[in-house]
């Protein structure tokens, strides 16, 4: 718990730190990828909230676990959160999260191998 605490109080304390670096090196031009972070946040969220029922009704329809389906949507959601919240170490995160691979819950069963399909005709 105590750890949680000082990695809250820290999280602000890193972002400002991040954008004091950001800002020597870019001036004034700062505020341009922080802007352009907060649109693809925005239009994160945005376009999640349009495909989440989809998401979870073709999860549903296929048989697979709904569950699987709400942590994909919560990811991008969480993404996008992350990427409208001003700062450099909140951006890297969602980066993150958008591009690491996640294995799926469901995974697909294991083709059976062993029959090859097709037609033959016996030469005598």
């Known amino acids: 718990m105590i750890l949680f605490l000082l990695a809250l109080l820290a999280f602000p304390l890193l972002e400002i730190w991040g954008l004091a670096q950001l800002g020597q090196a870019l001036g004034w031009w700062t505020l341009a990828p ?6 693809a946040g925005w239009a994160l969220i945005r376009g999640e909230r349009r495909l989440f029922a989809s998401r979870l009704e073709r999860a549903r329809a296929r048989g697979d676990m709904l569950f699987s389906a709400l942590l994909d949507s919560g990811r991008q959601f969480l993404a996008g959160a992350l990427l409208l919240f001003p700062g450099v170490v909140s951006d890297v995160l969602a980066l993150l999260l958008l591009l690491l ?21 016996r030469l005598d």
Not at 34 to 39: D, K, W
Not at 101 to 121: A, C, F, T
Request: net charge negative; charged share 30%; proline share 15%.
């Open 34 to 39: 922080l802007a352009l972070s907060a649109l």
């Open 101 to 121: 691979p996640w294995k799926s819950l469901n995974p697909e069963p294991p083709r059976d191998e062993g029959v090859i399909e097709g037609e033959y005709r």
